[in-house]
Structures are given as structure tokens and as C-alpha cells.
Nanobody, 118 residues
């Protein structure tokens, strides 16, 4: 069992920055592939970014590429999402996910709200 808690969301003006954190507790954090997803009101949940257990491989949605950076600190059991040059269309609830590399099971956090004003 893995528990995920996101933090760092808030209200920011367009062009601003935020850094989200996803703190994990439970089993060995380093064996999980970690991801960020987001869901805007009235829209489907969409993939934002992911990285491998080592952090060496990263993947981004085209909509955030070049603006967002995903990273992890396995010693702190924490994953981050640095979001720069934010746009109003980035407004959403951001949720972190941990995929168990052995079983494929995915754990989800509760999410943190990000609101970007124009």
C-alpha cells in the first residue's frame, strides 16, 4: 500500500510558477514509476508528466513540454512538478500517481488545485 499526498497548489497569475510536491509513504518509493495527471472542470483526466524509478527517463504531454519539469527525490520519497510560464488552460486539479513496477497497480493521490488567472 502506498499513500500519496500532494501539496503546493494555489492561485497564480498567468506567466507565474508553482512547484507541486507528491509525498509518498508506505512501501519502497523507488520501485514506482511516478506520474502527474490533471483534470479540469468538465474534462477528462489527462496525462501531464511521468518519470522512471531512477528519474533518468522523463515524459511530458505536448501541452506542457518546455514549461513543466518533473523530478523525484527517492531519499525523501517525494516527487515534484515545477510549473513555469503557467497559462489559464493549466487550471485543474493535479493528481499524482504511483505505478507498482511489479504488479502494475496504480495508486492515486487526492489532488491539489491549481488555478491560473489571466
Amino acid at each position: 500500500q502506498v499513500q500519496l499526498v500532494e501539496s503546493g497548489g494555489g492561485l497564480v497569475q498567468a506567466g507565474g510558477s508553482l512547484r507541486l510536491s507528491c509525498a509518498a509513504s508506505g512501501r519502497t518509493f523507488s520501485r514506482y514509476r511516478m506520474s502527474w495527471f490533471r483534470q479540469a472542470p468538465g474534462k477528462e483526466r489527462e496525462f501531464v508528466a511521468a518519470l522512471s524509478w531512477s528519474g533518468d527517463s522523463t515524459y511530458y504531454a505536448d501541452s506542457v513540454k518546455g514549461r513543466f519539469t518533473i523530478s523525484r527525490d527517492n531519499a525523501k520519497n517525494t516527487m515534484y512538478l515545477q510549473m513555469n510560464s503557467l497559462k489559464p488552460e493549466d487550471t485543474a486539479v493535479y493528481v499524482c500517481a504511483a505505478a507498482d513496477s511489479n504488479t502494475g497497480y496504480v495508486y492515486w493521490g487526492q489532488g491539489t488545485q491549481v488555478t491560473v488567472s489571466s
